[in-house]
């Protein structure tokens, strides 16, 4: 379950405001979440890393029934990420 603080700066960095669509956020911000933890970026990092959370969170908000996908924006900073942590952990 995301934590009030990322989801208070994904909501910002989507422009989101009030608390309607809360539940959709965080169940969005899970989803991409669980993304970045199984591709080996720490929970840390991903906390740390709240304009990826809001880029992914906004890639599957803004995709039409049936056609979810991820920018490859996304992609590439997740990767980046995850090179990251692989390197670090191997250091």
């Given at each position: ?32 979440t669980d993304f970045m933890l ?5 929970a840390e990092k991903i906390s ?43 250091s």
């Amino acid at each position: 379950m995301a934590d009030t603080e990322l989801l208070e700066k994904v909501k910002l960095l989507i422009g989101q405001t009030g608390d309607s669509a809360d539940a959709v956020i965080v169940g969005y911000i899970d989803e991409v979440t669980d993304f970045m933890l199984d591709a080996g970026i720490s929970a840390e990092k991903i906390s740390a890393s709240a304009g990826v959370v809001a880029r992914g969170v906004s890639d599957l908000w803004d995709n039409d029934a049936g056609e979810v996908k991820f920018s490859p924006y996304f992609f590439h900073r997740v990767t980046q990420l995850a090179m990251k942590s692989t390197e670090a952990n191997s250091s």
